[in-house]
């Protein structure tokens, strides 16, 4: 038994782990095993990779096949984004969709459909797959895409693990011609500024704001938004530089909404309305991977990252009646990231819609979970959503408004037998069969 936790460190759980070595006996283990759920890098913040069983893609770890004409991309599922990284950016090809990590398996990326800076142009990371195949209930491996068992695909793309393990997967790169991103920053005074300003830039490929949110009055919804570009010259390199670490958990007095609000003032105030900065895709997309366990910062008790979208139509209102309540409560946040949503993909739950999203880390404590309690609902009426790969805390009542196609999926899910077979504790807990 392992203690198993996600990267907010909340909850955890005593759990058998199997690493299988092979695809034989990871179809051997799935079928004499039930209440699995498969598992990647444990980059999901709460317990979507949580189960008293998991099942470990790490041994899958192969590139299969690479066309370097028209950027297709065969791999394993358990191969990260860093590492395909890697093979593609010197060849001038780049990854269709970035999450704010580069530490994430391609399993995760199609369980969780993760988003990049890119949604409002690229859509979700399932919006560039050509296919993948699925290992299901039964341990036999099926393939599958848009055409051919298209019911499995809107299901397993966001369908956090509980339709089967994923194996290998195709996906359409997109061509560079170097490995630097055009950056250009704008200082927002207010929320209705950024909200502007991110509508002024729709054109820009990549777009996403931080935003101070402990601050009231003439300082609330200050924030800072960058923007970027592929460079169209310079080099095609990929970083050696080594991570720093954080070698254990730290203090939890260390994050406290004095040293928040002082870290806050010091990055509004140290940035500036700045264009046309050339600076590495590593620093552009994952400033944070340069800190190995950054996560300890918050502490042994944890952290949750809260992540909501809210439709276009309720817009900046709604976002504002969200970021007063927030900052009301004084429960800061280091880390607070605005991004402005494209349309919504078919999959039955993925969690993108056109409109704002706004992601906060809290360390965790009763006022947090009091707080997460009372936005909930807020969300739910304005005909929002919360980000499953986030979440620790929602109960079912929410999940089955934010999600009103889970009824869709569960169907899926009983047509391929995954239930009974795949299971977490997050899904349980958000009343999934
Ligand atoms: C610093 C940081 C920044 C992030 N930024 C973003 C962001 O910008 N956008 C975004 O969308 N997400 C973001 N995330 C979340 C992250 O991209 C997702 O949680 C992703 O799923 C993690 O991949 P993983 O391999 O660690 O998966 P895990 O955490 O191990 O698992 C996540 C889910 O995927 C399922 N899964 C994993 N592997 C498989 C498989 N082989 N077959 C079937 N199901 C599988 C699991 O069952 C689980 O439900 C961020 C996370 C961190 C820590």
Request: glycine share 8%.
């Given at each position: 038994m392992i203690r198993i936790h996600g990267w907010g460190n909340f909850p955890s759980i005593d759990s058998e782990v199997f690493s299988p070595k092979s695809l034989t006996a990871s179809s051997d283990l799935i079928t004499n095993i039930n209440n699995l759920i498969p598992r990647g890098f444990g980059r999901s913040y709460g317990d979507s990779a949580n189960s008293k069983k998991i099942l470990q893609s790490n041994y899958l770890n192969r590139f299969i096949s690479f066309d370097h004409e028209n950027?297709?991309?065969?791999?394993?599922?358990?191969?990260?984004?860093?590492?395909?990284?890697?093979?593609?950016?010197?060849?001038?090809?780049?990854?269709?969709?970035?999450?704010?990590?580069?530490?994430?398996s391609v399993g995760g990326a199609i369980a969780s459909d993760v988003h990049g800076k890119n949604h409002h142009h690229?859509?979700?990371?399932?919006?560039?797959?050509?296919?993948?195949?699925?290992?299901?209930?039964?341990?036999?491996?099926?393939?599958?895409?848009?055409?051919?068992?298209?019911?499995?695909f809107q299901a397993t793309c966001g369908g956090m693990g509980l339709t089967g393990f994923i194996v290998s997967a195709s996906i359409q790169l997109i061509p560079?011609?170097?490995?630097?991103?055009?950056?250009?920053?704008?200082?927002?005074?207010?929320?209705?500024?950024?909200?502007?300003?991110?509508?002024?830039?729709?054109?820009?490929?990549?777009?996403?704001?931080?935003?101070?949110?402990?601050?009231?009055?003439?300082?609330?919804g200050r924030s800072v938004l960058m923007v970027g570009e592929h460079s169209e010259s310079g080099k095609l390199s990929v970083s050696k530089k080594a991570p720093i670490n954080i070698p254990f958990n730290m203090p939890a007095s260390l994050l406290n909404s004095y040293s928040i609000r002082l870290f806050n003032s010091i990055y509004y105030h140290s940035s500036s309305t700045q264009s046309d900065m050339n600076i590495s895709y590593e620093k552009f997309f994952y400033p944070l991977d340069g800190i190995r366990n950054w996560n300890r910062l918050y502490g042994k008790a944890g952290f949750i990252q809260y992540q909501f979208v809210i439709p276009m139509a309720v817009g900046i209102d709604g976002l504002k009646k969200i970021l007063v309540k927030i900052?009301?409560?004084?429960?800061?946040?280091?880390?607070?990231?605005?991004?402005?949503?494209?349309?919504?993909?078919?999959?039955?739950?993925?969690?993108?819609?056109?409109?704002?999203?706004?992601?906060?880390?809290?360390?965790?404590?009763?006022?947090?979970?009091?707080?997460?309690?009372?936005?909930?609902?807020?969300?739910?009426?304005?005909?929002?959503?919360?980000?499953?790969?986030?979440?620790?805390?929602?109960?079912?009542?929410?999940?089955?408004?934010?999600y009103p196609l889970w009824e869709n999926f569960e169907q899926v899910r009983a047509k391929y037998g995954a239930i009974g077979k795949f299971s977490s504790i997050q899904s349980k807990r958000l009343g999934l069969q």
């Open positions: 950027g297709i991309l065969i791999c394993d599922s358990g191969l990260s984004i860093n590492e395909i990284l890697s093979l593609i950016v010197p060849r001038g090809w780049f990854i269709p969709v970035a999450p704010g990590t580069s530490f994430v690229q859509g979700c990371f399932s919006d560039h797959l050509l296919s993948f195949e699925l290992m299901l209930a039964d341990g036999s491996i099926t393939q599958v895409s848009r055409s051919h068992l298209p019911d499995l560079i011609k170097s490995s630097q991103i055009i950056q250009s920053l704008v200082k927002c005074g207010s929320l209705e500024e950024v909200c502007d300003q991110f509508y002024i830039n729709r054109d820009k490929t990549y777009s996403v704001a931080w935003i101070d949110c402990l601050s009231s009055g003439k300082n609330f900052v009301d409560s004084g429960l800061g946040s280091f880390l607070a990231v605005l991004k402005c949503f494209g349309l919504a993909n078919a999959n039955y739950l993925s969690f993108p819609m056109e409109g704002f999203t706004l992601a906060l880390d809290f360390k965790l404590s009763d006022s947090v979970i009091k707080l997460v309690s009372n936005l909930d609902p807020m969300v739910v009426d304005m005909g929002g959503r919360i980000y499953l790969t986030k979440d620790a805390l929602m109960n079912d009542t929410t999940f089955k408004s934010c």
